[in-house]
């Protein structure tokens, strides 16, 4: 008896699954594509919600399906590789130029010559030949306790090597992109050597192990068990707009800057890219996708949940990002971030940041 | 062990163990095979080294957390009553729901130095972050008892059935020769039960060495975060795939070690006829003790990470819009995974008594995907999907996806089958054949009936497994199939971990049902043995 | 060695429920004296046994060893401090250590070299010295048995207590086998308990043997005592045959030789010695071990039962003659069924 009703259970279990899974199609999905309208498919490696409304406003405008797979860069990539000439994918949006570029050189993305786009996107903010188009703009810069600190002691990347700034910072792993990125800007202005002294000097300044997000290192300060941290201006932004009365009180005993590599160099900025790959079927409605992002009814939802800064200058600033201040971008090609990249990573693990 | 081979040739079998080996295969493949890039010399020069040190490391401390949680409470809930011990036999299984990186998520917000308890402690104490030390969970011992809490329920249900299993006989006849209740337990019980235990401690080990999502919360640099940074920062994959090489042969000693540890020893009971003994009654001292310490490991290990889910929810008015589909999803290739991985487990566990080779041969192949990190068996399932020149979509998506849910998790259903296996009577496959039934007949009627109880152990697990899955359904997913662990994910990387929550307490829900069942089940095997 | 005490159970009584498992039983087990527990399934004397060993706690009554009080109404000595050794009948040997292993088990106290050469000589005397370093899965039944036995013995126990040891081993080897560990046992000059249901086993092996039924010792004595000197029809039966006939129904010249006068008597097979003669008729055969037992035809219609030595054979249809043996007939006093 008790063995039957024991098979019985597993035997439903295994039924159960079969009955569900009979019809995938019926199955959650924006994705089920319409015969009657053209699809667009796109690879996102950003998860927002206001992504999502962007999408359907799209969907809506120009009358197409939009497939959407959103993962990481990395995973994204090796999925096109793999697909090949079958890929179904039509645009990429990646949050880092580092990224963009590996989807570049790995031959995925093609060279568009538009002149919407490039008209809409300064040429620091795009790749020369068109291969991909910056959508919104990010800065990594200092969080800060403003008793310990005037803006000046960080107003350069190279004065977190300096002996004052021992054990005063707080910064996230070295595997994660907007370190890479910074790093790799370092690289290309200071060459290796240079940049693995500053690195080494920096995680002799360390508080405490890398660990955790930006937004931890931010709290941290709050805390007290660091002075200083390295910090994309969103995070910052994101904990002054939160209705948690802590996450407002953390931003407000905490300051931000964006320092430059020597005075006048301009600053280290990144940005969030589209670009359109080479399997694309339709280029026209993946270039219209893209324009779209770039208008100011675009731009406001690629940057509302984000808090990022808008590429255009004409969109006004939302939701506290005209707390960042003002900055001037460097004039490194962001292309650098890219190809730097695997070199930035070799310099952090040698310097021992973790 | 009954020789229940009769309605499988070796074919099979065979099949199945090239379904489950191809993923881990074509990716190793790949990986030695595509030549040393600049990456691999840096990794081997100045990398390897230490991610496996650390990976070591975190392993030794995983272990002892787990048998220290798992082991003393298996022990009284099996041989003693105490208040409350049939709620805690049940809901010491719980934190098996809960996935590694949303116990990471949870553990971390708490204990953190903006967390509540150290937040709490400075307004009281007076003190600045700086003036007093505090457990740091972003350390490779944090990292270890975080894997530990989600992990140690494989070793306390493995232990405590071992437990249950022993002859009263075999412990009267210690007493009788001047053991102590102590020396009961350290001397008869847990040199009896160690295969078992070995067995649970085996399969919780290479889960944990697989594990990316806590190590990478935690910043904790094992060979799980290596592989991926290898292959995220550094652009080269097939260095990532050759790095899990290194996760596959600790996976790979871990089994031989215990088959060497475990030699010649008996597991089964000598006795013919056994009764298993009677639970005693503690003492009121005792029992308050024994329930003090079921009562602290379910607040650790569940019941204070999930309430501080919940109040994260509540404080931040956590909204996820769309949150059915991504259960459907959840539901779905979970059931479908669950199945296939199951009927593997199935065909593994039946045939496999072929011969001591192909056994052992199986028993590693499983272990190699269960080994291998998600995201490279991910890989693997790219190398392959690149040689069909399809497009990772609809049911091609979700058959690859479905296969690397078999690829990884088969070892998982085959360890409680076999357990059931290993305790049926010598002579029932005789007996059967010789009342006429045999071949496919005698599968239905006396084998699967036999290992009824394992199986639906290992369906169950393999279910809750596949839910928590992250890596590989990140990648292979066809369009619109999120998962509540996928969403889940993609708000903890943005660090909006207040969103993250919600979705992450319907996985630990979702998971409970199963879960709930398995204890269930569990206790009721014993109470009808007893 | 250690002193040698008798171990006594003194009015010991257990009951389950409304069951009476034991019933106010007083018992002692006199050293160097193997006692059998004899008695059929669910008669108590595996209880008996638990009680003896404190695996069980008496409702009332002493369990003591020599003057000392082991189980009484004030004092509970936990099995693991009793030095009474245990023999199962399903052997419970660990099974994660091999057979020398097992037997130094009890010798926590020893110095680890002292262990090994108290071990040895237990495995040696019982022949396994061939089998020492192998576990138990990989011994016959014959050889876990015999490692069991070693093992209790090995600590040198206060009194040895052995749970129908023999019943799981096949009956070819089990005459060897129970010599051998018997003949050990009983040269340890301990206090032997031997729970069996085998009357034949009690009555060769055993200096005395304790018939339970119901939970209640029916009958204390020798095997030649109790064989032949039965208190009760229950206690006859656990012995051997035992036929009953109607004292009418005999031949006459039987009735003065006959010590009983009870309407009933109850006889065992061998008071009617098969001899020269014809005057009864055999209807029936039957071999019973090393004797045959024939079913004969008395005038009175009445069949009665006798045996005979298989060197002087009867068949069915064949004629005898009958000597009596007068001290095998009982007369319990009472018309039993």
């Not at chain 2, 009281?124 to 007093?132: E, H, K, N």
């Not at chain 2, 097939?238 to 596959?248: G, K, P, Y």
């Not at chain 3, 119901?214 to 045959?241: D, H, M, N, T, W």
Request: aromatic letters at 8%; glycine letters at 8%.
């Amino acid at each position: 008896m008790t063995l039957k009703t024991q098979l019985f259970a597993g035997l439903t279990l295994l039924v159960g699954t079969v009955a569900a899974c009979s019809n995938p199609a019926d199955t959650p999905t924006e994705g089920a594509s319409d015969e009657t309208q053209p699809v667009l498919t796109i690879y996102s490696s950003r998860h927002y919600d206001s992504d999502k409304e962007l999408f359907a406003m799209f969907e809506e405008e120009a009358e197409v399906t939009l497939n959407v797979r959103e993962s990481g860069a990395s995973q994204l990539l090796e999925t096109m590789r793999a697909e090949a000439d079958q890929s179904p994918a039509d645009v990429i949006i990646a949050a880092d130029a580092g990224s963009l570029w590996r989807f570049q050189d790995a031959g995925l993305t093609q060279a568009i010559n538009s002149d919407v786009l490039n008209d809409a996107v300064p040429a620091v903010y795009r790749e020369s030949e068109g291969h991909w188009y910056g959508v919104a703009r990010r800065v990594r810069g200092i969080a800060y306790d403003p008793d310990r600190w005037t803006p000046e002691e960080l107003a350069r990347w190279d004065l977190l090597a300096g002996e004052d700034k021992a054990g005063e910072i707080c910064v996230r792993s070295s595997s994660n992109i907007y370190n890479l990125s910074l790093m790799s800007e370092i690289i290309h202005r200071y060459g290796s050597e240079t940049a693995e002294e500053w690195a080494g000097a920096v995680v002799g300044n360390m508080a405490r192990n890398p660990q955790g997000g930006d937004t931890d290192q931010i709290r941290a300060i709050a805390a007290g068990e660091c002075s200083l941290a390295i910090v994309n201006h969103y995070y910052w932004i994101r904990l002054g707009n939160s209705e948690n009365e802590a996450d407002q009180q953390v931003a407000a005993s905490t300051a931000f800057l964006i320092p430059e590599f020597v005075e006048g160099s301009g600053s280290h900025v990144n940005v969030t890219g589209a670009a359109i790959t080479h399997t694309a079927d339709d280029v026209d409605l993946a270039q219209d996708f893209i324009a779209f992002l770039l208008t100011e009814q675009g731009q406001s939802y690629v940057t509302r949940d984000t808090g990022e800064l808008p590429l255009l200058d004409t969109t006004a600033v939302t939701n506290g990002a005209d707390k960042v201040p003002a900055f001037t971008a460097s004039d490194t090609q962001l292309i650098v971030y890219g190809e730097n990249q695997a070199e930035a990573q070799r310099v952090f693990d040698v310097a021992g940041w973790n | 062990m009954p020789r229940m081979t009769r309605p499988f040739s070796s074919i099979p079998p065979l099949l199945v163990i090239a379904m489950v080996g191809l993923p881990v295969f074509a990716a190793l493949f790949a990986g030695i095979f595509a030549g040393d890039g600049a990456t691999w010399t840096h990794i081997l020069e100045n990398r390897l080294a230490p991610y496996t040190a650390t990976t070591l490391w975190v392993l030794v401390l995983t272990a002892f957390m787990i048998l220290a949680l798992a082991v003393p409470a298996a022990w009284l809930i099996s041989q003693y009553d105490f208040p409350g011990r049939s709620l805690f036999g049940f809901a010491l299984i719980l934190p098996l729901a809960m996935p590694g990186y949303v116990m990471a998520y949870a553990w971390a917000d708490m204990m953190g130095v903006a967390g509540p308890i150290q937040s709490q402690f400075r307004d009281w104490a007076g003190l600045s972050a700086r003036d007093y030390w505090f457990p740091n969970l972003f350390s490779a011992p944090g990292l270890a008892f975080v894997l530990a809490s989600t992990l140690f329920p494989y070793v306390y249900i493995t232990a405590r059935a071992a437990f249950s299993m022993q002859s009263l006989a075999t412990f009267e006849a210690a007493r009788s020769l001047g053991a102590r209740p102590m020396d009961l337990f350290w001397r008869v019980a847990i040199p009896a039960a160690t295969p078992a235990i070995i067995g649970g401690l085996c399969l919780a080990l290479m889960e944990a060495a697989a594990d990316y999502g806590a190590a990478d919360f935690l910043g904790v640099p094992t060979l799980g975060v290596g592989i991926i940074r290898s292959w995220t920062s550094f652009g080269e994959p097939n260095t990532a795939a050759r790095l899990s090489l290194m996760l596959i042969l600790i996976a790979g000693t871990f089994l031989v070690a215990a088959r060497l540890f475990q030699g010649q020893r008996g597991t089964q009971n000598t006795s013919v006829r056994w009764r298993t003994p009677d639970r005693s009654k503690l003492p009121v001292l005792g029992g308050v003790a024994a329930a003090g310490l079921c009562t602290t490991i379910l607040l650790i290990c569940f019941a204070l990470p999930v309430s501080r889910l919940v109040w994260l929810v509540i404080e931040y008015q956590a909204r996820a819009p769309d949150i059915v589909p991504l259960i459907q999803s959840s539901l779905i290739l979970g059931c479908l995974g669950a199945s296939v991985a199951f009927i593997a487990a199935l065909v593994f566990s039946l045939a496999t008594k072929r011969g001591e080779t192909l056994r052992l041969g199986a028993r590693l192949v499983a272990a190699a995907g269960y080994a291998a990190p998600g995201a490279v068996l991910g890989l693997g399932a790219l190398y392959i999907l690149r040689e069909t020149g399809q497009a990772l979509s609809g049911a091609v998506a979700i058959g690859f996806l479905v296969w690397i849910y078999v690829s990884r998790f088969t070892s998982a259903g085959v360890e409680p089958i076999q357990a059931t296996i290993a305790r049926l009577p010598k002579n029932l496959d005789q007996a059967s054949r010789s009342l006429g039934v045999t071949g496919l007949n005698q599968f239905w009627r006396v084998d699967l009936p036999l290992i009824a109880p394992g199986a639906v152990a290992a369906a169950l697990i393999l279910f809750v497994e596949i839910l928590k899955e992250l890596p590989a359904t990140l990648m292979l997913r066809p369009f619109g199939w999120d998962t509540l662990a996928v969403r889940a994910h993609a708000y903890a990387t943005d660090e909006r971990l207040a969103q993250a929550t919600l979705p992450s307490l319907l996985i630990v829900l979702a998971g409970l049902v199963p879960v709930l069942l398995l204890s269930w089940r569990l206790s009721r095997t014993e109470r009808i043995k007893a | 060695m250690t002193s040698a005490a008798p171990l006594i159970a003194d009015s010991i009584t257990r009951t389950f429920g409304t069951h009476m498992a034991v019933d106010d039983i007083s018992l002692t087990l006199a050293p160097g004296e193997i006692t059998a527990l004899l008695g059929a399934s669910g008669s108590g004397k595996t209880t008996l046994l638990r009680l003896l060993a404190g695996m069980e706690r008496p409702d009332a009554g002493r369990v003591l060893s020599g003057s000392k009080e082991l189980s009484s109404g004030q004092t509970f000595v936990p099995i693991e401090r009793r030095k009474i050794g245990l023999v199962f009948q399903d052997f419970a040997l660990f099974p994660h250590l091999t057979a020398i292993e097992n037997v130094m088990f009890g010798l926590r106290d020893l110095p680890k070299p002292d262990r090994v050469t108290q071990a040895e000589a237990w495995i040696d005397r019982l022949g396994l010295m061939a089998r020492r370093d192998a576990y138990p899965h990989q011994l016959s039944g014959g050889e876990q048995q015999r490692t069991a036995i070693a093992r209790a013995l090995a600590p040198n126990p206060v009194a040895i207590l052995l749970d129908e040891p023999f019943s799981g081993l096949d009956p070819s080897m089990r005459d060897q086998v129970r010599d051998a560990a018997l003949e050990a046992v009983k040269s340890a000059g301990i206090p032997a308990l031997l729970v069996t249901h085998d009357a034949n086993e009690a009555m060769v092996h055993a200096d005395r043997i304790a018939i339970i039924d119901a939970g209640r010792i029916l009958q204390i004595g020798g095997p030649e005592q109790l064989y032949r000197k039965p208190v009760s029809f229950k206690a006859a039966c656990a012995l051997g045959p035992v036929h009953q006939i109607s004292r009418d129904r005999l031949p006459d010249d039987w009735k003065p030789l006959l010590p009983a006068t009870a309407k009933t008597v109850f006889y065992r097979p061998e008071a009617f010695r098969a001899i020269e003669g014809d005057q009864y008729f055999v209807s029936r055969t039957r071999l019973a071990g090393p004797v045959t037992e024939l079913e004969l035809k008395l005038d009175s219609g009445d069949v009665l039962y006798s045996a005979c030595q298989p060197s002087t054979p009867k068949h069915p249809g064949n004629h005898t003659g009958i000597s009596l043996d007068p001290d095998l007939v009982f007369d319990f006093g009472e018309d039993e069924t």
